[in-house]
């Protein structure tokens, strides 16, 4: 019954996602692993969280092997199960009562095992800060707050960043799961008191959409090129001057339109990550091409290029074009993707695939935060953050931007090795949860799609289908003031996880003390007998 619990939560974890977006089950998931891991031992729970993991990840990071194969996809898969192993055990630790005998009532009900929803909360908050940091800098995809883009409680994200978000989440499972296991136990407390947590949850749910998230602001006219690919997956890279090319002529279809009167001249154009995978700094055929249609366009372009530096690496960049300027200012990717952009110990892991040396140069890491001041003839100049692709997973980069004055995000990306995967609705999700976070509006544009023009309350606007070309127009609201997210920053996630540390001590100290107590019970009891 365990194992079909933890095989139901994972599977309940990863229906909650795009493209399936059943939101609720997020909770369902979260509930059921705490049932399953209730009263169990800690190996137990290590086992459970294993298998909810595998139930979780493989169906969610399945476009991890779309071109490449199987055993990076299931290599990733499994990393990020064994986070969840952890957890499981962690879980099962703290919800044993003899164990915890010492925490306050209202985490440890002193009368047998229960499900208790803070310590649930607080250790899925602990497994994804250390899932999201570690090894290579982490990879903090499929968090419960994922999962919630367009949802009420996706507005808890302004006051408490993601981390609050995926607690929230968790406290949520946490409270249905008490609800039925005093269901299935048949407490006498009655059929109230049984149902009370399920029904705060209920309550919780919509009462989240009433935090505010304001949208309000000077209005800047964006317009997103996403020029598609000659051919999906890896072989696009063969054909970078077509893909260039074909962002070129979709900017010449916007400007037709701006002409027609179809949309409003732009105060600023963007293209997406490996718009341009010929270095313009160092082929003069494609710095003329760009230059030109920035010129024809007239208005500020940034362009998503790779870099031939530092030699023998080269750079993911965004690169600020002006008109009659050209390249006025870049941003350099600050965390290239492991086993995808960059190879770490690449002798010991071609002992595994051969296909690390699909990655011929390495990506080198920037170091500053990226802040494009963009010239507006109305709007004056307009503070804008570039974020390339998965870094818009990463907490401290997007905070990083919006700190230094960022009034809109740009996330440029490139999803045409992905193909028609789940991937691309995965990462606009994750855009439209960083809009609300931040208060900010995002031009979240990709190569092939799905792209979208986001608002401060996370609505997508003119979104894209997947690989076709499409010019995305709007007027964008441009904020300044910070969320209280913003304003706290890391401190939820770092307050969270040293509260499940806490918690954990707490446990391993009331497990000692038990066994102690227990122990001397035992003699007293021989002695008595003797």
């Not at 507005?155 to 607690?167: K, N, T, V």
């Not at 077509?242 to 001249?265: N, S, Y």
């Not at 996880?497 to 122990?519: D, K, N, P, Q, W």
Request: overall charge positive.
């Amino acid at each position: 019954m365990r194992l079909a619990l933890a095989v139901c939560a994972g599977l309940c974890l990863w229906l909650s996602f795009p493209d399936l977006n059943v939101w609720p089950l997020a909770i369902v998931g979260v509930a059921l692993l705490a049932l399953a891991t209730r009263g169990a031992r800690a190996r137990t729970g290590f086992l459970l969280g294993l298998v909810c993991g595998l139930a979780y990840f493989l169906p969610v990071l399945k476009w991890a092997g779309t071109y490449v194969g199987s055993f990076p996809w299931i290599a990733l898969s499994v990393t990020e199960a064994l986070y969840m192993a952890l957890m499981g055990a962690a879980c099962s630790f703290v919800q044993s009562a003899r164990r915890i005998e010492r925490l306050p009532h209202w985490l440890s009900p002193a009368d047998g095992p229960h499900v208790r929803p803070f310590a649930i909360a607080l250790l899925w908050l602990l497994q994804e800060a250390v899932r999201g940091s570690m090894p290579f800098g982490g990879f903090p995809w499929a968090r419960l707050a994922w999962s919630q883009a367009g949802t009420p409680l996706a507005h808890l994200a302004s006051i408490a960043g993601a981390p609050g978000l995926s607690f929230a989440v968790a406290l949520a499972g946490g409270g249905l799961a008490v609800s039925l296991d005093r269901l299935r136990r048949g407490t006498p407390s009655g059929m109230m008191r049984r149902l009370a947590p399920a029904a705060a949850v209920v309550v919780l749910v919509p009462l989240s959409g009433v935090v505010p998230t304001p949208t309000g602001g000077p209005k800047m006219n964006v317009v997103g090129i996403q020029g598609d690919v000659p051919t999906a997956g890896l072989e696009f890279n063969a054909q970078r001057r077509a893909v260039l090319d074909d962002h070129v002529r979709e900017t010449d279809v916007a400007i037709k339109m701006v002409r027609a009167g179809e949309i409003p001249q732009p105060d600023l154009v963007v293209w997406p990550e490996n718009s341009s995978d010929i270095d313009p700094t160092r082929n003069p055929d494609a710095a003329t091409e760009i230059i030109q249609a920035v010129n024809r366009v007239k208005a500020p372009l940034i362009v998503g290029a790779v870099l031939q530096q530092p030699s023998p690496d080269v750079s993911n960049a965004s690169l600020l074009y002006e008109p009659g300027k050209g390249i006025v200012a870049t941003y350099i990717k600050q965390h290239p993707v492991p086993f995808a952009e960059y190879i770490p110990y690449r002798s010991f892991f071609r002992f595994f695939s051969k296909k690390v040396d699909l990655v011929r140069a390495d990506f080198a890491a920037g170091h500053k935060t990226g802040l494009f001041t963009i010239p507006t003839k109305n709007l004056g100049p307009v503070k804008v953050g570039p974020v390339i692709c998965f870094e818009v997973a990463y907490d401290s980069l997007v905070h990083a931007a919006v700190a230094k004055g960022a009034q809109l995000l740009v996330v440029q990306t490139n999803n045409a090795t992905f193909g028609y995967t789940a991937e691309s609705e995965q990462q606009l999700a994750i855009s439209r949860i960083r809009a609300i976070e931040t208060g900010r509006s995002v031009v979240h544009i990709s190569t092939v799609g799905v792209s979208g023009l986001i608002t401060p309350d996370g609505t997508v606007h003119d979104k894209s289908r997947l690989f076709t070309a499409k010019v995305l127009s709007g007027a964008l609201p441009l904020r300044s003031s910070m969320t209280l997210a913003d304003r706290l920053g890391r401190l939820p996630e770092i307050v969270g996880s040293a509260a499940a540390l806490v918690l954990l001590l707490l446990a391993y100290g009331g497990t000692r003390i038990g066994e102690t107590r227990h122990l001397s019970r035992r003699k007293k009891e021989v002695h008595e007998v003797v």
